[in-house]
């Protein structure tokens, strides 16, 4: 994947693995930081290889909320905030939306006009993804977009990569190379990027 989105021209990929009841209920009886670090064990991998290709892999989480079966990215997190985080998919939306604000990361609500989400109450939502990648589901990225633009919100744009045909579909293009994720949060938060669709 690495190597794909290299030759693709991309600098910076942000992996956003799911944290949902069901897949951390498949790993069986192992506490939450063990499950956390194997879920994440991709990330750790991606990033060694990136940085031998001189690729940016940064950390993000899409959470599927047990309560709406909603999803959301946040980015700006890491490890420990997932560590003291147990069964973060059990939280609220406000409650979801008030830690995150508190560590000021980004909380994106993920393809909105999906069949099975439910659109967020935007007083809970730092933006909204208004393209996405994935060839397996139906997004309405038209109807997505038509929405964002009707808000004052962060827009995003994201492969949603789940196999070799939704790889490199879309995306964000940026003055500056972001090289962590940080620089990404303050780029989204003054809207200084483009949304790149295919």
């Not at 009707?150 to 995306?171: C, V, W, Y």
Request: proline share 1%.
């Amino acid at each position: 994947m690495i190597e794909e989105y290299k030759k693709e021209g991309y600098s910076t990929i942000v992996i956003t693995d799911h944290c949902s009841k069901s897949k951390m209920d498949r790993l069986g009886d192992i506490s939450w930081r063990e499950k956390i670090d194997y879920v994440y064990t991709g990330f750790d991998i991606a990033k060694k290889y990136g940085n031998k290709l001189g690729m940016n892999i940064l950390l993000g989480v899409e959470i599927t909320l047990q309560l709406t079966a909603s999803d959301y990215l946040v980015y700006g997190v890491d490890k420990e905030f997932l560590y003291e985080n147990e069964k973060i998919y059990e939280y609220t939306l406000e409650e979801l939306y008030k830690i995150c604000n508190k560590k000021e990361y980004l909380l994106i609500q993920a393809h909105p006009f999906r069949d099975d989400i439910q659109l967020a109450p935007l007083e809970y939502i730092d933006g909204i993804e208004v393209f996405n990648g994935c060839q397996d589901e139906i997004s309405r990225n038209d109807k997505a977009l038509e929405y964002g633009e009707s808000t004052n919100k962060i827009l995003t744009s994201g492969s949603d990569f789940h196999r070799i045909d939704d790889l490199a579909q879309e995306g964000i293009i940026t003055e500056v190379e972001i090289k962590n994720i940080k620089q990404l949060v303050e780029i989204l938060k003054t809207k200084n990027y483009r949304l790149n669709k295919r």
